[in-house]
């Protein structure tokens, strides 16, 4: 991360639930981190490509969202020039192997279950946010 630009976190997930309690554990969290959240991957791969968008540091990423699933929106951005470089952490309930597998093939950087309880999604994300801070990260656009 360069000192001048905070962490860029896209979630990316269609229960408006999850979203907001993302957005709660995020503001707790209070790092020098920006949380955007999405409803969909096609809303997703729209902003990637509108112009002067500050791509994400990290993109969250739910595996099961309908038309476009989480892989499918893993697999268009690893194919991308520009996007491919973009840490994506597929976080999602799924705890089925095959899934996880799938993720790891396409090149996700890590597989994340999402906790039942908010407390501990709320360890989870200030977990994360110290990690992605930290981590040297490549910018592009």
């Known amino acids: 991360m360069t000192p001048d630009r905070p962490l860029q976190v896209w979630l990316v997930d269609d229960s408006p639930t999850d979203r907001l309690l993302a957005e709660e554990a995020f503001a707790q969290v209070g790092a020098d981190c920006t949380l955007s959240t999405l409803a969909s991957g096609p809303d997703t791969l729209t902003a990637l490509h509108t112009p002067g968008v500050a791509l994400p540091s990290v993109l969250l990423l739910?595996?099961?969202m309908p038309g476009m699933?989480?892989?499918e929106v893993l697999s268009v951005?690893?194919?991308h020039h520009t996007f491919r470089y973009i840490p994506v952490i597929m976080l999602t309930t799924s705890q089925n192997e095959q899934d996880i597998q799938q993720a790891y093939?396409?090149?996700a950087s890590a597989y994340v279950i999402?906790?039942?309880?908010f407390e501990d999604f709320l360890q989870q994300v200030e977990g994360f946010v110290a990690f992605w801070s930290r981590a040297q990260l490549v910018t592009r656009r």
């Not at 999402?114 to 309880?117: E, I, Q």
Request: net charge positive.
């Open 69 to 71: 699933n989480g892989l």
């Open 62 to 64: 739910d595996l099961n």
């Open 105 to 107: 093939q396409q090149r």
């Open 114 to 117: 999402k906790p039942v309880r």
């Open 77 to 79: 951005l690893k194919a």
